[in-house]
């Protein structure tokens, strides 16, 4: 039985938690965010374990927790993650917070060739312990927590710790280390996106579909108003009209508020409010028989692509050979830029993403062979 997590809601509370977090030589980090409930999501929970301790800290509640920034940014001391990306992303967007020296339980469990790696499977099989998925989607903004949030998020973390040492060990005994850091570096490298607005994101959804012009037109008209709706009801866009019911709608063109009820997964509270604004984009956008020139995708040379291709299946093999999945072996963004680089040496491989000394020394000699296949 878990004794009780602490919880951090003051400024007080946290120096004091910083001190002790701070003589420390590893710590399980989890967030928790309103992500699902919110048109901007924010950091709700940060939790933290230590062997001797579990924190959850209130990040509503303080107003200023830059003083956790200092123990993520120290490279002496190991922060562990399940799935670090979607959390690092968040701490950053809303703290300014950098993380160094990682370890990710997901990842390492990846390079050894594990199929069941979200953390309640790997908990259950690794440690027998059953964690409940069932505070997935909550609302994590809401206050006060239930205590059967508190506990799952205090479950998140307070494993990691036990978990990592099984991992690096089955790591150690495969002479996967150097591996995992080179593909947990990969995993947890990621670029900052703006939250702002793109207008013009719809062309991504039109761009794989057979849409006429006049129905291309609805959805320019439908994904901006779904914009200003997300943000009016402050809600997710596409837990508002997902993306599938939008390309449903455009493509049926709908004539009236009573035919909005025919699609299935359209909110009927949205419809009775917001039904005259859907119907009015449909008809606007159609009328419109949109002019805009559709985005030209940049021409890839035959050449790359043959080099690509030819990369493409050497990597599929030796992930077979291996028995992890494809990317663990080498990112297609790095195949891509091996088919661009048209490497002559191995020394040609050394500034591209993704491929650090590790791989260089054991995968190098075979990429620039098959590149050279290629002529």
Request: with cysteine; glycine share 6%.
């Amino acid at each position: 039985m878990l004794s009780p997590a602490a919880t951090i809601d003051s400024s007080f509370a946290l120096g004091a938690a910083v001190e002790r977090l701070m003589q420390e030589e590893r710590i399980a980090v989890d967030t928790e965010s309103n992500s699902l409930h919110a048109y901007r999501g924010v950091t709700c929970l940060i939790q933290l374990s230590t062997p001797a301790e579990d924190l959850l800290i209130d990040s509503l509640a303080i107003a200023d927790i830059s003083a956790l920034g200092a123990i993520l940014a120290d490279p002496g001391i190991e922060k562990i993650f399940h799935a670090a990306e979607y959390d690092l992303i968040c701490l950053k967007r809303d703290f300014d917070f950098d993380v160094r020296n990682i370890f990710d339980t997901m990842a390492a469990a990846r390079v050894c060739g594990y199929q069941r790696i979200g953390l309640g499977n790997m908990l259950e099989d690794f440690l027998g312990v059953q964690h409940s998925k069932k505070h997935q989607k909550y609302d994590w903004s809401q206050r006060p927590l239930s205590e059967s949030a508190l506990r799952y998020a205090q479950v998140d973390t307070h494993y990691l710790l036990p978990l990592r040492d099984i991992l690096h060990e089955q790591l150690r005994l495969r002479d996967r280390l150097e591996e995992a850091r080179e593909y947990i570096a990969d995993v947890t490298r990621f670029e900052q996106k703006s939250q702002e607005f793109d207008p013009e994101g719809y062309w991504d959804l039109a761009r794989p579909k057979s849409l006429d012009r006049a129905q291309i037109g609805s959805l320019r008209e439908l994904y901006i108003l779904r914009d200003e709706l997300a943000q009016a009801y402050d809600h997710p866009p596409q837990r508002l009209i997902s993306n599938k019911i939008l390309l449903q709608v455009v493509k049926q063109q709908p004539l009236s508020i009573k035919q909005l009820y025919s699609f299935r997964g359209l909110p009927a509270w949205l419809i009775r409010q917001s039904g005259d604004e859907i119907i009015q984009a449909l008809r606007h956008g159609a009328a419109s028989r949109l002019k805009v020139a559709r985005p030209k995708q940049e021409a890839i040379p035959p050449p790359i692509v043959e080099r690509y291709n030819a990369l493409h299946s050497w990597r599929r093999e030796t992930a077979k050979a291996r028995g992890v999945e494809s990317d663990v072996i080498i990112s297609r963004g790095a195949l891509w830029d091996i088919a661009r680089r048209n490497p002559a040496t191995v020394d040609d491989l050394g500034d591209i993403c993704g491929l650090g000394p590790w791989r260089r020394e054991t995968y190098g000699a075979a990429l620039v062979a098959i590149v050279k296949r290629c002529g």
